[in-house]
């Protein structure tokens, strides 16, 4: 698993062991703590193998398999996720997410490796038509580098399906991952000040901020905060494993799912539902609009239901008090 470390990567490593597999992750701790591989191998129960190599890397990608003896499966979550930063430095964003991607499948061509899941995003939508997205719903026009990068990456997968038709291949297109291991042995660690709602609102909950500011009262939503479906980080986690599962026993070379709830919460519900799950003071301040947010996008999941028999098991309240006993063990 490349980014295994990170913040979806841990838990899924965890959730990989529970189902009986045996990960090896692939990280170079760009965007991770020193202290996760600990907490890893901690609820794993073993030391699960490391390897602190680049994604880019081919040459350190061949001595993983040399040394491993092979994989059976591939779950690439390598890259860099910071909308806003992608902004500021897109070439830093084409290297690092699409390269990484690049040399991936090269390995896996090259290697005749087969399997491969990979963490796209709701991004790709872009501003879509209609609130509630389905696979079937086309690329909307991508607002960032970093959601173009996800739509590259999308498109690399379906050109090497048809040039390599023996390869089996899936994209989980997460909607808002949030939350943290029920044991608060795992979470979410933003460097620096969080671009993301959840981080920003523990955070503040915690007296790191001062406040936390909605970016926008006066969508066309019903309290006219921006809406968003908040997916808890373990169901993201097992979606993983009926993916590779799925892949692994499919004749379909490349397939899509969303990964979400389903349903959405506006940003104002989020707040207030936090405060009143956790019992605990947010301070909060109405702002203008942030460039470049859709007023409302939630995941249709039937298709995930369907054909990878998941479907989300925590409620956003669970999500929201586990992000806040993680918040707390910091
Ligand atoms: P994260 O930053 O916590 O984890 C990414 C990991 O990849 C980090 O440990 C980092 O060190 C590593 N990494 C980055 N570039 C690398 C490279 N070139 N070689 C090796 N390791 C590298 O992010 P996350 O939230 O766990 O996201 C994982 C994946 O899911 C990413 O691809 C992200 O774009 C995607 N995703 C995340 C979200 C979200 O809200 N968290 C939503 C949609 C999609
Ligand atoms: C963003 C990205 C998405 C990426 C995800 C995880 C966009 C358009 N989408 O999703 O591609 O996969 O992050 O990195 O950027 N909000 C506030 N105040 C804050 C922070 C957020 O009101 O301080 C609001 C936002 O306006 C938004 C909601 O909270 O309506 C969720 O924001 P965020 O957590 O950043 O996720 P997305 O923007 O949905």
């Not at 590259?152 to 089996?168: I, K, Q, T, Y």
Request: glycine share 8%.
């Amino acid at each position: 698993m490349t980014g295994g470390v990170g913040y979806i990567g841990s838990h899924i490593a965890v959730a990989l062991v529970e189902h009986g597999y045996t990960p090896v992750l692939l990280d170079n701790l760009s965007r991770s703590d020193d202290s996760i591989p600990d907490r890893i191998n901690e609820l794993c129960g073993f030391n699960v193998p490391l390897y602190k190599t680049d994604c880019r890397d081919r040459d350190g990608l061949r001595k993983l398999l040399d040394a491993e003896g092979g994989v059976d499966g591939v779950i690439h979550l390598a890259a860099y996720k910071s909308v806003g930063e992608s902004v500021k430095i897109p070439l830093t964003y084409f290297d690092n997410n699409i390269s990484a991607m690049t040399a991936l499948l090269d390995i896996m061509v090259s290697e005749r490796l087969n399997n491969l899941v990979f963490s796209s995003s709701c991004t790709v939508y872009g501003v879509p038509d209609h609130r509630e997205v389905t696979e079937k719903t086309p690329f909307g026009n991508a607002f960032s580098p970093y959601g173009f990068t996800k739509q590259a990456c999308e498109r690399l997968m379906a050109d090497v399906a048809r040039s390599e038709p023996w390869m089996r291949q899936v994209s989980l297109r997460y909607f808002n991952p949030i939350g943290a291991h029920p044991s608060g042995k795992l979470g979410e660690l933003p460097g620096g000040v969080p671009d993301n709602l959840i981080p920003y609102v523990t955070q503040t909950a915690a007296g790191q901020r001062d406040h936390i500011t909605i970016f926008g009262s006066d969508y066309d939503t019903p309290d006219g905060t921006c809406v968003r479906d908040y997916v808890h980080v373990c169901d993201v986690a097992e979606a993983h494993v009926r993916a590779l599962n799925y892949v692994s026993e499919s004749d379909i070379a490349l397939d899509t799912f969303n990964i979400g709830t389903g349903r959405g919460h506006s940003v104002k519900e989020i707040i207030d539902i936090f405060r009143r799950v956790n019992k605990t003071e947010v301070r909060s301040e109405e702002g203008p609009r942030r460039p470049g947010d859709v007023d409302a996008i939630y995941a249709n999941v039937d298709k995930a239901s369907a054909t990878l028999g998941w479907t989300s098991k925590y409620t956003v309240e669970e999500a929201l008090k586990h992000a806040w006993e993680w918040q707390k063990s910091l």
